[in-house]
């Protein structure tokens, strides 16, 4: 297919897509009408003449050929809160966006694969990334964001339409809930369905859901499902790299449908960025690396400013989870070792809730979730 006509498909598929979009309601109130309406975002990594990507307010077009490992192409969609308050923060899971108390902490939610259980449906970790039974003094949690995700071996039951004894407010992403609302004691439990994901909503504060349920949507800064691990990129000119214009910890897991789908993301400052793949350059190299195909990966991506060029830089280090753990920072020579070192500035936050880290690193529960079992 030449230029030409593969342009002419691209805007024909995309202006389809945009004649069907209804942008007349807000997106979870399309959802409680039409639960059953899916939209998957997905980059298509393997031998695809070209993947059509579109988001919430505006579209990503990528062509991908061959079947080596394409560029990690950082999405570019608006970053902008859905709240303008400095205490709320923004959830992702797939390619569902939400807004949060900031403060709130990080739990399990039920998931499907053992006849729905939570591991667990409590406050685990705090904001900061903290993890609760490791800390002396328990910082009081005013609520918590759980995902499908095992963070422990003591696991809660969970029957839709059953008693659930919810011990504060929380948001589930990617539970295994079907959409509805649940009452009970003045607790109300809202599930919708956002771009084919569950969203849900536990509280007894009216104001507090409707809230949190109009900032869901769809714009992500991480692709929300990827074929496969994508290839680094250390993203240097002659002249140099300008200024750090923004960067994300982007975090995957391999889905039922064994493509790895987006877990965890938030954006990072220009000063733990830099630190980050600093650390990352500085660690020993790799010797081993014994997980080809790994269950879990990360990446850290950061675009820079190109003070001599029309273009934009995009520097990515991948983060490879298997036996002790392994970092790709795009220098084409060898991978380095991941160190405690170089996983403290980024593995923070909900990273120690959603990430289980190198298997064999004796320092993992220390930033990561951990083995379990």
């Given amino acids: 297919m030449h230029d030409q006509e593969l342009e002419q498909v691209l805007r024909a598929g995309l202006a389809a897509r945009a004649e069907e979009a209804d942008t007349t309601a807000p997106v979870v109130d399309r959802a409680r009408a039409d639960v059953g309406r899916r939209r ?150 809202e599930t919708v369905e956002v771009n084919g994901t569950t969203l849900t909503v536990g509280t007894t504060d009216d104001a507090l859901r409707e809230r949190i349920l109009s900032t869901a949507r769809g714009g992500e800064i991480c692709a ?61 190299r790799a010797t081993v690396d014994c997980d080809d195909d790994p269950f879990e990966f990360v990446v850290v991506q950061a675009t820079y400013d190109d003070p001599f060029g029309s273009e934009v830089l995009q520097r990515t280090a991948i983060y490879t989870m298997g036996c002790g753990g392994s970092v790709d920072v795009g220098d084409r020579w060898s991978t380095h070792t991941m160190t405690p070192q170089s996983a403290a500035p980024w593995a923070t936050h909900g990273i120690p809730a959603t990430v289980y880290g190198p298997s064999s690193a004796p320092w993992v529960y220390d930033y990561f979730i951990g083995p379990q079992g």
């Fill in 40 to 189: 998957r975002t997905r980059w298509s990594m393997v031998g695809a003449a070209a993947a059509v990507t579109v988001i919430a307010g505006g579209a990503s077009v990528v062509a991908v050929t061959g079947n080596e490992p394409p560029d990690f192409v950082p999405l570019e969609v608006d970053r902008t809160p859905g709240t303008a308050d400095r205490e709320w923060r923004t959830e992702y899971w797939a390619d569902v966006a939400v807004d949060v108390p900031a403060d709130w902490g990080y739990g399990g939610a039920p998931s499907s694969g053992r006849g729905r259980v939570a591991c667990y449906p409590t406050p685990m970790v705090t904001a900061d990334g903290e993890h609760l039974e490791r800390l002396r003094s328990k910082p009081e949690v005013s609520g918590y964001v759980g995902r499908p995700i095992t963070m422990t071996d003591s696991c809660a039951g969970y029957v839709a339409g059953a008693p659930f004894e919810a011990n504060g407010p929380f948001v589930w992403l990617g539970a295994a809930v079907p959409p509805g609302v649940i009452e009970r004691d003045g607790f109300v439990q």
């Fill in 224 to 284: 929300a499902y990827l074929d496969r691990i994508p290839r680094a990129d250390y993203a240097m000119t002659d002249e140099g790299r300008g200024d750090l214009l923004h960067a994300e910890v982007c975090a995957y897991h391999r889905s039922d449908d064994g493509d790895y789908r987006l877990s965890y993301a938030r954006t990072l400052n220009a000063a733990v960025a830099e630190e980050t793949y600093a650390a990352a350059e500085a660690a020993p």
